[in-house]
């Protein structure tokens, strides 16, 4: 049904227009009645759900039709108004024309005339509610599209190797992330375990996985309500979600909004889901270039929390006093010292992180410990192809690392680690170069919707250019140019089949910045257009 508002000064008026039709039978239902424009608009502002539809007499008192129409249109642009008019009202008529008001009526009103107009009406207003529906459609389409690959690039963010700042910041940008990239933005992590009860699955432990799932959504459904809070996910760990907090300068920001956050998610979990779950807090970095550090204290924290929510405490300053020690240069070190594999420069490296001859707090010796893990880690996931056997061994180390007795056993942890570690990567470099070109492909069918270039591969993974480019032939069959257009023309052809998603939309998600640039290659590739592709497509689904 179709909800109509009459606006007539005169009873008898509205009475009569209420008589002439069966409106229920017609579609419409008047759901509002207003004897000026001042209650008009009053009942519009107050309404749940406001009027399809308008019928307002053009001459009363207080304030005319003209004024209540001007008003309705700057405040209700999407009301459609039907104005009821005498023949004399021509004047009136013009200005409602300027207004933008397309349908009237002349009074007395004829129930032909009412019924046609209706008619039109509801032809339209169904059509605008199809294309409306479309359009919120291809909105949650295109929202979870982009989530995905915001998710994706927070992981990556805070786990692997870092890219350049120039290749962040354009996804940053490219993502619709741009408000995370500010140097002095304060951040933090946070992260929620779910922990199953004695007994809750009972003989359904095989439906781990949907419990999993349920408790990624119930989390993602409570990040959704606060300002500032991006949550992501890392498949390799499917009983935790991780979430980015953004300081916007609010009430609802800063330690206690984080603290109160993650009880909310406790609690939704124990309500909803009668999951146990522990969880964890980062202290505060400033801008995505200290997320490692953020996302490290946030594990840490877990690594340390229990599920009746009491951890251990530390010092803002105390935290900031050491997170600083582990920059980006460091970081670069460590890896270029497993990476050429180069014992002793590693060691060296190590011994400037833990000096014997400094005092070091426990929860610094530990956080920068759990720093070198997480840089073996982004290590283990680019050599490590078709085995996360190392993988698994960084993590239980990462998820351990609180409880270790002392701190030789974790500096010899550490240099077992950067052994397995090391043995991946000479595994990696004694394979004809095999796994080298498999690793390469493996980063790039997971980020070929950013801007990738052979060089700037290349230099990730210390390897020349042009033995790096027929490195990749050889192993992929085609170049990397090649490669990486049939991978985002394989992704857009499914986007383009099953989804609405406008091509703008699509030529975003798979890379191009330009949807003329996309629609151009997209034709070269397939022989047609994107529109074409996707009626084709379309047809052949309905047959």
Not at 499 to 507: E, G, H, P, R, S
Request: charged share 25%; hydrophobic share 40%.
């Amino acid at each position: 049904m179709y909800r109509v508002m009459l606006v007539d000064d005169e009873a008898g008026v509205r009475n009569s227009i209420r008589a002439k039709i069966d409106w229920e039978s017609a579609g419409f239902v008047i759901a509002y009645e207003a004897s000026g424009g001042e209650e008009a608009l009053r009942m519009l502002a107050e309404a749940v759900v406001r009027p399809d539809i308008v019928i307002s007499d053009i001459r009363m008192p207080k304030m005319d039709g003209i004024t209540f129409i001007r008003a309705c249109k700057e405040a209700y642009p999407e009301l459609r108004v039907i104005v009821l008019s005498g023949y004399s009202d021509f004047n009136y008529m013009k200005s409602a024309i300027q207004l933008g008001v397309k349908d009237y009526l002349l009074k007395p009103v004829v129930r032909a005339e009412l019924s046609s107009l209706l008619g039109k009406l509801a032809g339209e207003l169904k059509e605008e509610r199809l294309l409306e529906g479309e359009r919120q459609r291809e909105k949650v389409q295109r929202n979870q599209q982009l989530r995905q690959m915001q998710e994706h690039f927070l992981l990556q963010l805070v786990k692997e190797e870092g890219v350049s700042e120039s290749a962040v910041r354009d996804r940053l940008h490219h993502l619709q992330l741009a408000k995370l990239d500010g140097e002095a933005l304060s951040l933090r992590f946070a992260t929620l375990e779910m922990r199953l009860p004695p007994g809750r699955l009972r003989s359904w432990e095989g439906r781990r996985d949907l419990l999993q799932l349920a408790f990624r959504m119930l989390c993602r459904e409570t990040a959704e309500k606060r300002e500032g809070v991006y949550p992501f996910y890392d498949v390799g760990h499917p009983s935790m979600m991780f979430f980015l907090l953004v300081d916007t300068g609010s009430k609802e920001s800063g330690d206690a909004a984080a603290e109160q956050f993650v009880r909310e998610l406790r609690r939704n979990a124990a309500t909803y889901l009668r999951l146990e779950s522990v969880g964890g807090i980062g202290e505060p970095v400033r801008g995505w270039r200290e997320a490692k550090n953020g996302y490290a204290s946030c594990m840490l924290a877990w690594s340390r929390g229990t599920i009746d929510g009491s951890a251990a405490a530390s010092t803002q300053q105390e935290v900031l006093d050491w997170t600083q020690s582990f920059t980006a240069e460091t970081e670069r070190r460590l890896i270029q010292a497993i990476e050429t594999l180069d014992r002793q420069a590693f060691s060296a490296q190590l011994l400037e992180l833990f000096p014997s001859n400094r005092d070091m707090p426990m929860f610094a010796f530990t956080f920068l410990a759990l720093r070198v893990i997480l840089t073996f880690g982004s290590l283990a996931k680019k050599f490590e192809l078709g085995d996360t056997s190392l993988q698994q061994v960084l993590w239980n180390c990462q998820a351990s690392i609180a409880t270790y007795r002392s701190r030789g056993e974790v500096l010899a942890q550490i240099e077992r680690l950067a052994d397995l570690v090391m043995g991946a990567v000479r595994s990696s470099r004694t394979s004809s170069g095999q796994l080298q070109a498999e690793a390469v492909r493996k980063y790039v069918d997971e980020n070929y919707p950013y801007e990738l270039t052979l060089s700037q591969l290349a230099s990730m993974f210390h390897m020349n250019e042009t033995y790096l480019s027929g490195l990749f032939k050889q192993n992929a069959g085609v170049t990397f140019s090649d490669y990486l257009t049939r991978l985002r023309m394989t992704r857009a052809a499914e986007l383009l089949s099953g989804t609405d998603l406008k091509l703008t939309d699509i030529a975003m998600l798979v890379g191009y910045s330009s949807s003329s640039y996309f629609s151009t290659s997209f034709r070269k590739y397939y022989g047609c257009s994107p529109k074409e592709y996707r009626e084709k497509r379309q047809t052949t689904n309905e047959s």
